[in-house]
Nanobody, 125 residues
Framework: VQLQASGGGLVQAGGSLKLSCTAS????????VAWFRRPPGKEREIVAA????????YYSDSVKGRFTISRDNAKNTVYLQMNSLKPEDAAVYYC???????????????????WGQGTQVTVSS
């Protein structure tokens, strides 16, 4: 599976962006998906995750209430709507997916075999 992440850019603090992660295969519906980010000089961290059917989602405390993860399996795409962006949200954002029979979210980078190329999000103060 190849993942294509898009939607990053430059936005002012308080603004919004919507990231998309599109998979190359129609079997994407069997994949759990997550968004991770790597801020400058910091370790990669999970941002949000969604189960393969979309029934279960997870958000890190730092984005809870501001970001929304969703998926459209008919379009092989997972979205990350980011609102009320803060300068500390600036990072390279990566989507990741893993085929699974589980109905829960997967929260660790080691859980994922497939990764997108990353999309840069810059937030000006």
């Amino acid at each position: 599976v190849q993942l294509q992440a898009s939607g990053g850019g430059l936005v002012q603090a308080g603004g919004s962006l919507k990231l998309s992660c599109t998979a190359s295969r129609r079997t994407f519906e069997t994949h759990a998906v997550a968004w991770f980010r790597r801020p400058p000089g910091k370790e990669r961290e999970i941002v949000a995750a969604i189960s393969r059917a979309g029934g279960t989602v997870y958000y890190s405390d730092s984005v809870k209430g501001r970001f929304t993860i969703s998926r459209d399996n008919a379009k092989n795409t997972v979205y990350l709507q980011m609102n009320s962006l803060k300068p500390e949200d600036a990072a390279v954002y990566y989507c990741a997916s893993e085929r699974t029979i589980l109905t829960d979210t997967l929260l660790w980078p080691r859980d994922y075999d497939y990764w997108g190329q990353g999309t840069q999000v810059t937030v000006s103060s």
